[in-house]
């Protein structure tokens, strides 16, 4: 299910403790008729001096369980002085749709933070609204989080485990769990799945130590190996318990007990779990590295095709006037006036594609201020004044390629791999892209590269493509030097700007659009540094001009 931009509290200046919360779900209905439901945990918060809750975040998805762990926690902020409320809404996922209004309803409970907090764990009934049928349980269990930012790397193997599969061998995966003051254990990672072995070898794992342990190396961790069913009742090969301190001790292994199978003679175990490889890593934040002098690197794309209407016409995308800003100026000063604060130099590549340009030839990649030598615009400013003077300039085309301007981003960042640099790439259009299997090959390509692309759609079209794109993505390849090659990093998010014209305010709109758009970027960009093993500068870096580059190859540009 796609995830939405959340809306966090207020901040204040007070210092606050963090708390983490675990959730868990008992006896949920079943809303799904040929298997169980897909169960997901939002967390709603009513803001202080606020009577309005907003969401604040959500679990993973749990497929085909009514009992359902959730492994994901959310980390809040506890201000002793504030009551803070909260709402847990239980659904059963039912499409992609971020909406909750999509999904079928399972069960809610309100409580505030203060009594989570003062009793640390507690089960209570969920609530449904208009009904007096038993809906389950949630179990809520709070722990203060204290200050570590090490992550535990590691690669697990397992060693002739147990057979569990009639017509196959083992589809395993693990779950680890940490133990709580009342000896009860909470689940707090879960390895993929590896289908029809009996010795997999799980992806490497990154956990952070505060979640894993909340920094007691000592403290036991309880880890399950289960022979995945797609039904969701998962068969238990076996068990260990450990803690981060063994855990990080050379050539450990553990073997699997299966309570049920212990009382046998000649039961020895159900396989072996052994550690590849582990270190302890620092997990540094987005900050870290721009305070570091990481540079952000802003380019912007505008769809110059037919679609958008004639300039002149009032009913036009393009439509310039002396009274307010159209769909395309409103995306390009929302996100620009906030990215432009990370960059050293101001100065900003802006291309267009789709148009005509005054020698006749139709691109999909030149160069906003069309001076044939230089894209770079000076300034936010600067990249509307060559957008309002292009859009008289270059007649509107078509079709609509994306994968001409990705490709000019991706080669500046290919040439930028250290992690003294990162891209992102703004595409603002109208329309549905014409161009899709280059688009996803580029989007493959780019995301092993310090990228990120985010797509604005202005108007009211269908946009029912951009979500085929990201499902194109999620299982699509790219024959690139001879290999097949899978998007390594989801680097791509669209959001669609008529959901918050209605806001009316052109402030709020400008606001809450920014954050809509840039709230993944963080993320995208500690998912490249961490791959990598890309650590921020020990000393900070000089500011550097983009311009002065790579060479590049030149786009089309009009004879001037």
């Known amino acids: 299910m796609a995830q939405p931009v959340y809306n966090f509290p207020l901040q204040t200046s007070i210092p606050a403790s963090k708390v983490e919360i675990s959730v868990a779900c008992r006896d949920l209905m079943n809303k799904d008729v040929t298997s169980k439901s897909d169960s997901v945990c939002v967390l709603y918060v009513c803001e202080f001096g606020s009577t309005n809750f907003v969401e604040f ?45 999509k999904h079928d309803y399972l069960g809610e409970y309100e409580c505030s933070l203060g009594e989570l907090v003062s009793q640390g764990a507690t089960t209570s009934p969920l609530r449904c609204k208009g009904s007096t049928q038993n809906c389950g349980s949630i179990i809520v269990r709070t722990e203060e989080v204290l200050a570590c930012n090490d992550v535990l790397v590691m690669k697990l193997c397992g060693i002739k485990l147990d057979k569990k599969d009639t017509f196959g061998k083992s589809d395993p995966f693990l779950v680890f769990y940490k133990c709580n003051e009342d000896q009860s254990f909470t689940a707090v990672h879960k390895s993929e799945v590896i289908k029809n072995t009996l010795n997999p070898s799980w992806r490497e794992m990154r956990i952070p130590v505060s979640s894993l342990c909340n920094g007691d190396v000592n403290r036991t961790l309880k880890v399950e190996c289960y022979d995945w069913d797609s039904d969701g009742s998962h068969d238990l090969i076996g068990m260990f318990t450990t803690n981060v301190q063994e855990l990080q001790q050379a050539n450990s292994s553990f073997e699997l007990k299966n309570p049920k199978k212990a009382d046998k003679k000649k039961y020895v175990n159900s396989g072996v779990v052994k550690v590849e490889h582990v270190r302890m890593v620092k997990d540094y934040g987005f900050l870290d590295y721009i305070q570091a002098g990481v540079q952000m690197n802003f380019t912007v794309a505008i769809d110059f095709t037919q679609s958008n209407g004639h300039p002149s016409d009032p009913r036009s995308l393009h439509y310039i006037n002396n009274v307010g800003l159209n769909q395309y100026a409103t995306a390009l000063q929302s996100v620009g006036n906030i990215i432009q604060d990370y960059d050293s130099d101001k100065m900003f590549p802006a291309l267009g594609f789709g148009g005509k340009l005054p020698d006749g030839s139709v691109s999909h990649e030149f160069f906003l201020n069309l001076n044939p030598g230089n894209p770079f615009c000076a ?43 990162y891209f992102v790439l703004l595409i603002i259009t109208d329309g549905v892209i014409t161009d899709m299997p280059q688009t996803v090959q580029a989007v493959i390509e780019a995301s092993y590269l310090p990228m990120s692309i985010i797509i604005v759609g202005v108007g009211n079209a269908d946009f029912s493509a951009m979500e085929l794109l990201d499902d194109a993505l999620k299982g699509n390849e790219s024959a690139s030097e001879g290999q097949h090659r899978t998007a390594q990093r989801d680097i791509v998010q669209f959001v669609p700007l008529r959901d918050y014209l209605s806001l009316g305010d052109s402030h709020m709109v400008h606001a809450r659009l920014a954050k809509a758009v840039l709230a993944e970027v963080p993320d995208q960009f500690l998912g490249y540094m961490r791959r990598h093993n890309i650590e921020p500068p020990k000393q900070r870096l000089a500011p550097q001009s983009i311009s002065s580059g790579p060479p590049m190859p030149q786009p089309s540009v009009p004879q001037m």
């Open 57 to 101: 975040g959500r679990t993973e998805e749990i497929k085909d369980s009514l009992n359902p762990d959730f492994v994901k926690k959310f980390i809040i902020e506890y201000r002793f002085e504030e009551q803070q409320k909260l709402r847990f809404l239980v659904i059963d996922a039912d499409s992609e749709s971020s909406s909750i209004k």
């Open 379 to 421: 300034g936010i400013g600067g990249v509307m004044h060559a957008y309002q003077s292009a859009i008289r300039s270059v007649a509107l085309w078509g079709p609509t390629n994306f994968a001409p301007v990705i490709n000019h981003v991706a080669r500046f960042a290919a040439a930028m791999r250290d992690g003294t640099n």
